[in-house]
């Protein structure tokens, strides 16, 4: 996004979570184990989930303050797709998985 292409710092929150991959979901279910050795790693709550996030997409000016929470702000909707809905205003940038 455009967004992100300034210099100026964004504060960024992830939320929510992807789910497993449809390799996963769509095992038989006599490999239900499988669904507690294989992490949902990219999710909003674990921290790797977010770095892995950042990374991928090289957001260099993104930075997490967990002194804000961008859940409780009135944002308005700049993309909404199947799977995410990204919010922001300013500085800030919430970002919400389905």
């Known amino acids: ?12 929150r992830i939320t929510g979570i992807i789910g497993y991959s449809p390799v996963i979901q769509n095992m038989p279910q006599n490999y239900n184990i499988l669904n507690r050795l ?8 674990w921290w790797w989930g977010q770095a892995d996030f950042y990374q991928y997409y ?19 909707v700049l993309e909404e ?8 205003k300013d500085t ?5 998985l389905k």
């Open 92 to 96: 800030y940038m919430l970002i919400e």
């Open 1 to 12: 996004m455009e967004v992100f292409l300034s210099e100026e710092p964004m504060v960024v």
């Open 38 to 45: 294989v992490p949902i790693t990219f999710q909003g709550s």
């Open 81 to 88: 797709h199947m799977y995410h809905v990204i919010r922001g």
């Open 58 to 76: 090289d957001l260099k000016n993104a930075a997490e303050d967990p002194s804000v929470d961008l859940t409780t702000y009135d944002l308005p």
